[in-house]
């Protein structure tokens, strides 16, 4: 708990700073882009917040090398691995200048270091047929790699509203956290509280008040850093079922499957091409729409914030049940149906509008 708090406390710290003094780094860490399809902040906002989650992170795993150091240098390890993600994403923030597939390709590298550096790889599917595959070094580090890609470019994708992906890390981090001290796995135990701290610092800036952004740095680090955990966990620990973090995943994993295939055929457009119909988006101008009844920025703010608690609602439906059965590959499975039917309904209720009135946020009546 020393280490969550002091994650906690380091990342809170270098936020404040961040927020505090963003008149000095205005010119190239703060997105002022307010009309773009995907944009729904009303004032420029640092983006940045990456920076305070990983320094939060490296003092407190510094903090554990005298009394732990094999658990201190496992993270620092994956630390060290996961730059080259961090990295890309942070220079898109201050340059605006680095295409999704060079962040991917970073992303991509960085799996492939702690595969090749911390031999971090997806050994077993819990699927029995396909599981001798991954005894070959060349599928197993592909999987690998493009398991742990796909993750944090997800955790991008949903990292649009107010303390949405910062929230769904938390509890996604918390169940590791609870798995990993079921099977008396130290490192993962260790490595999932401190990112609870580091990420709950960057948290109270972000939400409700939007006063700071992770940006694509931050996004694409917690993406990592949760596909890698979670990949150390299963590979450990023969008890803990392959299908638990696809279920603990759900959300963000579904999301992305869903839209390349809408846009792709559905729509007839690329995947890469942002568009203004994810999930996410749809709840902001469908859900929420009558919470507020004039265009200034307070007002508009707090609708930005109502609509992320219905996204952690959803991905309750994925991390609970998750957590609960943990070890039963065939519950995860039955849920990650459960999952996927329930996103598909959410989705085509709203874009019919045939959405459950109990879901629409209606605009309070005017006090005389």
């Known amino acids: 708990m020393l280490s969550l708090a002091l994650g906690f406390l380091v990342s809170l710290l270098v936020t404040l700073l961040i927020v505090r003094y963003a008149h000095l780094h205005e010119k190239f860490s703060t997105d002022t882009d307010l009309t773009g399809v995907q944009k729904f902040h009303v004032f420029p906002v640092p983006r940045i917040g990456g920076a305070g989650v990983l ?10 090398h ?32 680095v295409p999704p597939l060079a962040r991917l390709i970073c992303t991509m590298a960085a799996a492939a270091l702690a595969y090749f550096l911390l031999s971090i790889a ?3 599917i819990s699927v029995p047929p396909l599981d001798f595959l991954l005894s ?25 509203f107010n303390g949405l992906a910062s929230m769904v890390a938390l509890m996604m981090f918390a169940s590791l956290a609870y798995v990993a001290f079921e099977v008396s796995d130290p490192v993962v135990l260790s490595a999932s509280f401190i990112m609870m701290g580091a990420v709950m610092g960057f948290f109270i800036f972000n939400f409700p ?35 638990y973090p696809v279920l603990l995943f759900m959300y ?40 507020v009844g004039t265009r200034t920025a307070r007002e508009l703010t707090r609708r930005n914030s ?3 608690p219905y996204l952690w609602l959803l991905c309750l439906v994925a991390v609970v049940p998750a957590t609960l059965f ?11 149906m459960v999952f996927a039917a329930t996103y598909v309904w959410l989705y085509v209720s709203i874009v019919r509008f045939k959405s459950p009135r109990w879901l629409v946020v209606r605009r309070s009546p005017q006090r005389k």
């Open 55 to 64: 320094i939060g992170l490296v003092a407190s795993a510094l903090q554990l």
């Open 66 to 97: 005298h009394a732990y150091p094999a658990v201190s240098e496992g993270i620092l390890g994956l630390v060290a691995c996961g730059m080259p993600a961090f990295g890309s994403g942070l220079i898109e923030d201050l340059t605006k200048r």
């Open 122 to 124: 997806v050994t077993r």
């Open 136 to 160: 070959y070094t060349v599928i197993s580090c592909t999987v690998t790699v493009l398991a742990v890609a796909a993750l944090a470019n997800a955790v991008n994708i949903i990292d649009g």
């Open 209 to 243: 008040a939007g006063l700071i952004f992770l940006g694509d740095g931050g996004a694409y680090f917690i993406g990592f850093m949760l596909a890698e955990v979670s990949i150390m966990l299963v590979m450990r620990n023969r008890e803990v079922s392959a299908w």
């Open 252 to 291: 963000p994993i579904f999301e992305t499957c869903f839209s390349i295939y809408r846009k792709k055929f559905i729509r007839g457009t690329s995947p890469g091409i942002p568009d203004g119909v994810h999930l996410h988006m749809l709840v902001y101008k469908r859900l929420t729409r009558w919470a």
């Open 306 to 308: 109502l609509t992320s």
């Open 326 to 336: 943990w070890r039963h590959t065939l519950h995860l499975f039955c849920f990650v």
